[in-house]
């Protein structure tokens, strides 16, 4: 039987034998440990590095705490609106049309503004300003459009209801809207990845962030002490335990095991399963880009966007990046401008 390697717990739904690799947020001591085929069945092993969290937490402390409330945290994260889902539905129905696509939009004000604003942008418009919702669904295409629906989709996901991390959450906001459209822009050049669910893998990212947030600074009732106090030590914890967080996020939401290896190993893509490691390392690069770019929070971002493109050469043999990465700017604006209208 499949379980958890940590407490023998498993998984709330069988895994078949002979399934491809997953990887799992066990629903008990909340371990990450990876499912993979072997001889005609399953076997369980740690997901590592990054370290255990009974390795990284102390029984009783701050973080001790604030783990047990996570899926509280989960459980409250505002519902996805409905016309952007449904728009990535019917992109994937070989039969919907751009009028189709339309109709769904326009059911959606805020939906119809960002499809209309970025058909418009510069980085997509023709000679013709753009009113009619059917034309500029044709002017985007299905990747664009399905992008606009997910940057929809995700945007209300960053939001505080403690004023005094709004800041915070919309630097995580722009960091991710970034990561996606480099991710996306590099894609091309890195074989291995999905092109297609690129841009969505890249977005979710850093959505362990989001919730450890909320979880740190309105569900967790002890005394935070520092944690709450120091913005730097928060950031730092935030960053330590977002691979944890964030694949309980994607497995809540049942996305594929794409999305979910990418989640967990985009902090450290050389540990990743090689089937997942050309992604791993994708997003990782276009994360630490867009920091270096000035969307994000982390420090010496560029020596390490630069470390990244090193190892991407040396263990996928990928040496072309230098100009998609010296036109990073120039990608991320037109989606920082729709994450703002």
Same mark, same amino acid.
């Given at each position: ?10 998984? !709330?739904r069988a895994v ?7 990887? /799992? ?7 990450? /440990? ?5 001889? $005609?069945?399953?076997? *369980? *092993?740690? &997901? ?85 919702? !059917? ?9 664009n459009l399905a ?10 996901? /960053? ?35 999905? @092109? ?14 989001? %919730? ?6 309105? #569900?967790?009732?002890? #005394? ?23 694949? #309980? ?31 791993? /390392?994708?997003? &990782? ?15 010496? &971002?560029?020596? @390490? ?8 050469a040396q263990q996928? $043999? ?5 100009? %998609? ?17």
């Amino acid at each position: 039987m499949v379980a958890c390697p940590y407490c023998m717990t498993p998984p !709330r739904r069988a895994v078949d034998a002979g399934d491809a690799w997953r990887i /799992y947020s066990c629903q008990e001591c909340l371990e990450a /440990y990876l499912v993979r085929p072997d001889k $005609g069945g399953s076997r *369980t *092993t740690p &997901a590592r590095p990054p370290a255990s969290l009974n390795d990284s937490i102390a029984a009783g402390s701050v973080m001790h705490g604030v783990i047990r409330v996570l899926d509280e945290s989960i459980q409250h994260l505002p519902t996805v609106p409905d016309a952007p889902q449904r728009v990535l539905s019917a992109i994937h129905d070989p039969i919907t049309t751009s009028a189709d696509l339309a109709a769904l939009i326009n059911e959606d004000a805020v939906f119809s503004m960002r499809v209309l604003h970025t058909s418009n942008s510069v980085t997509f418009a023709g000679r013709q300003s753009i009113t009619d919702l !059917r034309r500029a669904c044709a002017r985007l295409g299905l990747r664009n459009l399905a992008n606009v629906a997910h940057v929809v989709a995700q945007g209300h996901l /960053y939001r505080s209801v403690n004023p005094a991390y709004a800041e915070i959450m919309e630097q995580f906001w722009q960091h991710a809207v970034a990561t996606a459209r480099l991710a996306e822009a590099f894609a091309g050049a890195v074989p291995g990845v999905p @092109q297609n669910s690129i841009f969505l893998m890249a977005l979710v990212h850093d959505i362990g962030k989001t %919730v450890l947030l909320d979880a740190i600074t309105n #569900r967790y009732k002890g #005394r935070a002490g520092r944690l709450k106090d120091s913005t730097p030590l928060l950031l730092q914890t935030l960053t330590k335990f977002a691979p944890y967080a964030g694949l #309980r996020v994607v497995r809540h939401w049942s996305m594929g095991p794409e999305v979910c290896f990418a989640t967990f190993y985009s902090a450290l893509p050389a540990a990743a399963p090689d089937l997942f490691k050309p992604s791993a /390392y994708l997003i &990782a690069l276009a994360s630490a880009v867009a920091d270096a770019c000035g969307y994000g929070v982390a420090p010496d &971002a560029a020596l @390490q966007a630069e470390s990244l493109a090193a190892e991407l050469a040396q263990q996928l $043999g990928i040496t072309n990046l230098g100009k %998609v990465i010296a036109s990073a700017d120039d990608e991320i604006a037109p989606y920082l401008d729709l994450a703002k209208a």
